[in-house]
């Protein structure tokens, strides 16, 4: 197999071009090809009279060796990810929390591998949890357990599927296969920004449900931990309670409880299982303060990001994205995260009394905004006294004020931010109109945060429009507050990938070790290798 990089195309071109243009790199007849698959597909706009595609591909031919030392061109050998098999006998099975991107590929491969997981989840399966979520958006109840933050698939579900990862690590090939199989395009395996879309998502998580369960797997939805028992440092049972109908809204509810001995849980709990920290910090699980960020959403025109993006091609090219980076002069890194081309703002709250923004796409991204979080650095010296959670703490105390200036009903309080700047209420909107789908009520965002904050999002958002000309519009639209792009703790875990008590693994983007869908997604990989080689030990 050769792979062959920088192959630049015009912006209108097809497969076929793409193929013709390897066979005039390589001076081939096209019937010397055996096989031609896309490995890498990524828009150069760095010239913006001339933005091309650049890919990159892997051939097979009937005679390879006489082309492998030409330049852009270089031998490989592809592999393919192998679960070990392990018989589970009579042994314990493992105990999975949560069923977001770390908890869905672990109990994967554990059910790939032969150990029959059981996989708990406090919140709805996926088809449900859609109709909760998006009953929520149009103005429906809230419910604590089926939402934006918890159910089958996770936070990550109700975003945009964003595939994208700064690390390169060859379990990612895993993730992108099983998305693939489960009804993805092929195309995220190559695209150089990948993305599902909301819309598809859904029937991915029912369909990698099903191979898990067809492997032995098993679902609990609508059940939560509440608890655990170790014996001299090692897990003994997990506590789990059956939640009703009844239980997100009503105080008094005696829900039925059950114990499963097992000698492992892997904790995917997400960075939003609040209660759960407060339980693994009261069992005496260790756990650390870490830098998080929160900020806001911010709004503009996708027009305009394609313009400023793609200037004369804007029409002819797929909706822009961005990625900004600055630091403003008290030091703190303000930055974008989760950027949603042609998406919506949405609620996201996971908590009564407390509002909490997001932003989500379609697979189409063919919506009239772009919405990003705008997010500052939070260190753990910022959050004051309280102990281990008092990140959650400095987290719950923004998410109660932005309840409040929304009007303590769940709507989005909104600013322009030229207002924000001035330190007034906004009265009026500009040419951008919020997406916020629950509506929204104008406030001074300026009473949302501490001052540092504040003047770390304005300075951020004017050196951005560096960048982008046209970011620190006076009409761009903010919302608060985004506050759940990461985890406040990190669970520290060993060379086995256990916390300070035996069997107890933190996994992915909860417990301080991913940062979104992919890297969850490759953690929770990781984790199951790590109870593979445990069961492995054990039969010994």
């Known amino acids: 197999m050769l792979r062959i990089n920088n192959i630049k195309m015009p912006i209108n071109h097809n497969d076929d071009d793409l193929k013709k243009a390897v066979e005039n790199m390589l001076d081939i007849n096209k019937k010397e090809f055996k096989s031609f698959e896309i490995t890498g597909q990524a828009i150069d706009a760095r010239n913006k009279n001339n933005i091309i595609y650049v890919y990159s591909v892997d051939i097979a031919l009937i005679n390879e060796d006489k082309y492998k030392d030409l330049h852009n061109v270089r031998k490989m050998e592809k592999s393919e990810y192998i679960v070990e098999k392990v018989e589970l006998k009579n042994r314990k099975r493992p105990v999975i929390v949560g069923s977001g991107p770390s908890g869905l590929f672990a109990a994967l491969i554990l059910a790939e591998a032969g150990l029959k997981p059981i996989i708990i989840e406090q919140g709805k399966k996926v088809e449900e949890r859609q109709k909760d979520v998006y009953n929520f958006f149009k103005d429906g109840k809230f419910n604590k357990y089926s939402n934006v933050q918890f159910g089958e698939g996770g936070a990550g579900t109700f975003s ?92 008094e509810i005696h829900n039925e409880i059950y114990k499963i001995d097992t000698d492992i849980v892997i904790l995917a709990i997400g960075h939003s299982s609040r209660d759960t920290f407060y339980m ?48 403003s002069e008290n030091g703190r890194g303000v930055y974008t995260f989760c950027m949603c081309p042609g998406g919506v703002v949405v609620p996201a709250a996971s908590e009564e009394g407390r509002l909490v923004v997001n932003g989500m796409s379609y697979s189409k991204r063919n919506l009239e905004n772009a919405n990003s979080a705008i997010l500052v650095n939070v260190y753990p010296d910022d959050f004051g006294e309280g102990g281990v959670l008092a990140g959650i703490e400095f987290q719950r105390k923004l998410e109660e004020k932005a309840f409040e200036l929304g009007g303590s009903d769940y709507k989005a309080p909104v600013q322009l931010f030229g207002d924000f700047v001035k330190n007034i209420k906004t009265k009026k909107l500009g040419k951008v109109k919020p997406s916020y789908a629950k509506g929204y009520k ?99």
């Open 442 to 540: 104008f406030a001074n965002l300026n009473e949302c945060f501490p001052d540092y904050i504040n003047i770390s999002l304005k300075e951020g958002i004017q050196l951005m429009d560096r960048k982008i000309k046209g970011f620190a519009d006076y009409d761009a639209v903010l919302s608060a507050v985004e506050s759940r792009s990461s985890s406040p703790v990190k669970i520290p875990r060993n060379e086995k990938f256990f916390s300070n008590i035996d069997g107890i693994i933190p996994c992915g983007e909860g417990a301080g070790y991913a940062g979104g869908i992919m890297s969850a997604a490759v953690d929770g990989i990781k984790c199951a290798e790590a109870v593979i080689e445990y069961y492995k030990n054990i039969s010994k």
């Open 160 to 251: 945009d599927g964003k595939l994208t990862t700064n690390t390169n690590n060859f379990r990612m090939q895993k993730v992108y296969s099983e998305f693939i199989l489960a009804g993805a395009e092929k195309k995220i395996s190559y695209m150089s920004k990948p993305h599902v879309g909301t819309d598809k998502l859904i029937g991915i998580m029912k369909n990698i449900r099903k191979k898990i369960e067809d492997l032995g797997g098993e679902y609990r939805f609508q059940n939560k931990l509440v608890s655990i028992t170790y014996e001299n440092s090692k897990i003994t049972e997990a506590i789990i309670e059956i939640l009703s109908d009844k239980s997100d809204t009503e105080d």
């Open 280 to 327: 693994l910090n009261e069992k005496n699980i260790k756990m650390e303060r870490k830098i998080f960020s929160v900020g806001v959403r911010i709004e503009h025109k996708q027009s305009m990001i394609n313009h400023s993006q793609y200037g004369k091609f804007a029409d002819k090219l797929p909706a822009a994205e961005y990625k900004l980076s600055v630091k």
